[in-house]
């Protein structure tokens, strides 16, 4: 007995359901694909803000390692507002230190001024902390002159370090053990200087900041955390960083 063999093709139903599954994988992966690398970016984005935070808090830890005594009466430490900035700008603090580092100049062993602040660029529209450095001579003879600490740094023979961009609302604080730091920063210590300095600040990363290049932004837009541009470009990327140097004054 010969059977003839019957073949049967897919029906128009089968071939539209086996397509709409295919689409629908195809779309999981590409969705899932898609999450995977925004969260690599982000990830990525965080380490480089980190890597230049990080760089600025331990040059500042080496600093403020060797803080120096007082000298012929002046202030060993001050902490204030940045220059030409209103007193209730809260986002332009300065700290600035008689130390005993090497700057750019050498100096080793020798006093030195040394100075953290944050300066604007308007050259890259973003503000960026920099470390100010004025070396042994220039020092002492500034000290010799009694002039206040942090004039030193108006003058423009003051050397000037970049040290992180993207960096901005720079705080500083003094902080006693077993005491709550005070909320107004702005003081002198010409004799003792505080058990502790607390450092805080903003900062974005060089990938996040790749955003802005296009973009309207001002001083006003990094000053103003209600500004549309901020709260879209800046906010979602910003991260806060804060460490406690302990204070030691030299011999």
Not at 71 to 77: D, I, W
Request: glycine letters at 8%; proline letters at 9%.
């Amino acid at each position: 007995m010969n059977l003839r063999a019957t073949q049967r093709a897919f029906t128009l139903v089968e071939m539209l359901t086996a397509g709409t599954i295919s689409l629908l994988i195809v779309v999981l992966v590409l969705g899932a694909f898609r999450a995977t690398a925004t969260l690599w970016r982000e990830s990525e984005q965080r380490l480089d803000t980190a890597r230049e935070a990080r760089a600025a808090i331990d040059q500042m830890e080496r600093d403020l390692a060797t803080l120096a005594p007082a000298f012929g009466g002046v202030a060993p430490l001050s902490l204030c507002h940045t220059p030409a900035t209103p007193p209730e700008d809260r986002r332009q603090e300065a700290l600035y230190a008689l130390c005993t580092v090497s700057g750019p100049g050498g100096d080793a062993g020798a006093i030195v001024w040394v100075g953290y602040r944050c300066r604007w660029d308007a050259r890259a529209r973003c503000f960026g902390l920099v470390r100010l450095f004025r070396g042994g001579e220039p020092t002492l003879a500034a000290l010799e002159a009694a002039d206040p600490l942090g004039a030193a740094f108006d003058d423009p023979g003051a050397e000037e370090e970049p040290l992180a961009r993207y960096v901005w609302d720079f705080q500083v604080r003094p902080c006693e053990d077993g005491a709550a730091a005070p909320t107004f920063p702005g003081r002198t210590y010409p004799a003792a200087p505080p058990a502790w300095i607390e450092i805080r600040f903003k900062a974005i990363g060089p990938l996040a900041a790749e955003k802005l290049a296009t973009l309207p932004i001002t001083r006003e837009t990094w000053e103003h955390p209600d500004d549309p541009l901020f709260l879209r470009f800046i906010a979602p990327y910003q991260q806060t960083y804060v460490t406690r140097i302990r204070l030691h004054t030299g011999p």
